[in-house]
């Protein structure tokens, strides 16, 4: 095994004296044979007695699985779908939470031929029958009672669906029952059926601006993705320390950031754990016995886990130590690569090793020394934190159509506040609107029932972005959420409303002004972030309805936006901001399940506090 990552400079064109288009050679081959399918028996041939997964027993503790076992399940839960009349080609549908199960019978439907397809576990009962209809999927296992009576009660509707399993009352158990007459050769013959051109799976865009499309992943998609990821990644998928990799996921598996992991873990016979939780102490309890190497994380949990971590400092009595803390993690991260911290900075942060650094790793199962991040922008300040803290961040950037990461910081070279480089095998281009354009093996067939997309051509993203002189993509916005006030100004909403998302105090935001002659936002409370707010300020009894006009809260609000007006112009800053009762919740349908905004409800819902922000003298 290589001791070292594997780095190749980036092809860049400059047009005008700017960098215009980037491209980063492949570092991985693309299989000409085989599927995802065969992943957990080629791991079982090479390495039987690896452990490539753990499962969670009832008594807290983890059980290792080897990739003999884990073969041996997947080829008799193939064996069981196959029995049930499922044939190539056929769709899937499992709507759980991060499950060993899901992984499982992803896997197990892939030996069988079969095309997966992820529903979020939150989904309502018209967003499931959208995805199983569109989809055409003949079975969906689902993970628990309430999700099988919800689709139960749908069925007239779903004419295609003819079988409704559950997790929870043993349905993997069911199928392995149904299979045991199946002849392995059969599975071995419909795994012989796929060629890395074969669709894999299915997974539907969070539809911020209407129904969710659904994207034609192939089995080549994914090994150009996850081949040329755990190849750049070289010390996270391929510990270079004494502990075996391993890395607990709790984000979604019906998201592609962590399906794409979960993958790339099984690909690279790296340890992996499901988490089903992401509560703060259920989570916090399975990171601790689970101990990962690494970490899959979107910007949300770690904004949650460093405020969490000042929240509690405060409570102590420590607040300014662990601001000071802060500013000296973030100074150190903020080092240029390639240069050694100053005598008194280094001093400084080994004087907070023990006392936060520390803890903050502890919180997070001790071990961790890598995160990988993706789903929105992580932003400059929280990076370097991590990084000052002894946390080094790989920042990706991609889509459900590129497979997920198009874009991620090179190893050894990060460069805070951008989303690093192409991916291997990948190229970038910025076209004369500013929109980020793709290109490479890993961007999706296409949409389901619609035109086929290939890798030879460029995908529009829909996003806004730049490239620095070295090849170094940051991403500023979205073009459809491009805000344009009436004076003219092109304000671009993404970067305020992260900085302001990362204080304690705020749940969400959106900062509006299209057509208006100024810039406002509407901001929502992080209840957990509220509730230390109210204990520090001895106002408990407070009504919600009082406490948002509250002088204090809106001065301590009023800082965080003073803060993030400091990242614009005058003329794109913040001028006023009304704080809200309540919060944008998926179940309001002011959120996707994967936590974006859907701009157009929200501005619906809200009109009538959007046009008083306008009234005020």
């Known amino acids: 095994m290589d001791a070292a990552p594997k780095l190749v400079e980036p092809v860049k064109t400059v047009i005008d004296g700017r960098v215009r288009q980037v491209a980063v050679p492949p570092l991985a081959p693309m299989p000409v044979s085989g599927s995802l399918g065969d992943i957990p028996f080629q791991n079982a041939a090479e390495a039987p007695r690896d452990a490539v997964l753990a499962r969670k027993e009832r008594d807290g503790s983890w059980r290792d699985v080897t990739a003999a076992e884990f073969a041996a399940e997947v080829l008799a839960v193939a064996k069981g779908l196959i029995a049930e009349g499922l044939r190539p080609g056929d769709r899937l549908a499992i709507m759980a939470r991060t499950t060993y199960e899901w992984t499982l019978l992803d896997f197990a439907g892939w030996a069988a031929g079969l095309v997966t397809v992820p529903i979020y576990p939150t989904s309502s009962a018209i967003q499931a ?38 997790f929870d009352t043993g349905a993997v158990a069911r199928l392995v029952k149904a299979g045991e007459h199946v002849p392995d050769e059969v599975v071995r013959d419909r795994r012989a059926g796929c060629a890395p051109e074969s669709v894999a799976t299915l997974i ?25 990821s755990v190849a750049l990644l070289h010390p996270v998928f391929n510990s270079v320390s004494k502990d075996p990799a391993s890395t607990l996921l709790f984000l979604p598996l019906s998201h592609v950031f962590g399906r794409m992991v979960a993958v790339g873990c099984m690909r690279a016979r790296v340890k992996l754990g499901h988490a089903p939780s992401i509560r703060g102490e259920e989570l916090l309890a399975d990171l601790a016995a689970f101990r990962p190497t690494f970490l899959l994380a979107i910007p949300y949990v770690l904004e949650k886990v460093y405020n969490t971590a000042r929240a509690t400092a405060e409570s102590m009595g420590r607040a300014a130590s662990f601001d000071r803390a802060a500013r000296i993690a973030r100074s150190f991260g903020e ?34 020394r890598y995160i990988l991040s993706g789903g929105s922008p992580l932003g400059r300040r929280l990076a370097a934190f991590y990084t000052g803290a002894g946390i080094e961040v790989f920042e990706g950037y991609g889509l459900t159509e590129t497979t997920a990461a198009a874009t991620l910081t090179p190893p050894l070279r990060p460069r805070l506040g951008t989303v690093g480089w192409p991916l291997p095998g990948t190229a970038v281009r910025i076209a004369d609107d500013g929109e980020v354009l793709l290109c490479g093996p890993h961007v999706f067939a296409g949409y389901w029932n619609g035109a086929p997309v290939g890798g030879e051509q460029w995908l529009a993203t829909g ?4 490239l620095d002189a070295d090849g170094y993509l940051t991403i500023t916005g979205r073009k459809k959420d491009l805000i344009i006030t009436s004076g003219g100004k092109n304000v671009a909403p993404a970067p305020l409303e992260d900085w302001l998302r990362a204080h304690p105090l705020v749940g969400q935001c959106m900062v509006v002004g299209d057509n208006r002659p100024y810039v406002t936002a509407l901001i929502t409370l992080e209840p957990e972030g509220l509730q230390h707010w109210r204990q520090i300020r001895k106002k408990q009894g407070v009504p919600i309805a009082q406490l948002v006009e509250d002088e204090d809260l809106r001065a301590d609000v009023q ?13 794109e800053s913040i001028r006023r901001f009304t ?22 409800a929200v501005a619906r819902d809200y009109e009538r506090e959007i046009e008083a922000l306008y009234r005020r003298a």
């Open 559 to 571: 800082r965080a936006v003073d803060e993030a007006n400091q990242l614009v112009s005058r003329a």
């Open 335 to 368: 080092v240029v690569e390639g240069k050694r911290p100053g005598m008194r900075l280094r001093a400084a942060r080994a004087l907070y090793e023990p006392l936060v650094y520390r803890r903050i790793r502890a919180a997070l199962g001790g071990r961790v």
């Open 129 to 166: 029958r959208w995805i199983i209809q569109d989809s055409g999927a003949v079975a969906c296992a689902v993970e628990d009672t309430v999700q099988a009576r919800m689709l139960s009660a749908d069925r007239a509707n779903l004419p295609w669906l003819r079988h409704l399993w559950e």
């Open 463 to 466: 996003d806004i972005g730049e």
């Open 579 to 600: 704080v809200l009762t309540g919060e944008f919740t998926e179940g309001r349908g002011h959120l996707t399940p994967s936590l974006k905004l859907k701009r157009g």
């Open 204 to 228: 539907y865009t969070s539809g911020t601006t209407g129904q969710p499309k659904g994207c034609v992943l192939t089995h080549a998609n994914f090994f150009a993705e996850v081949d040329n």
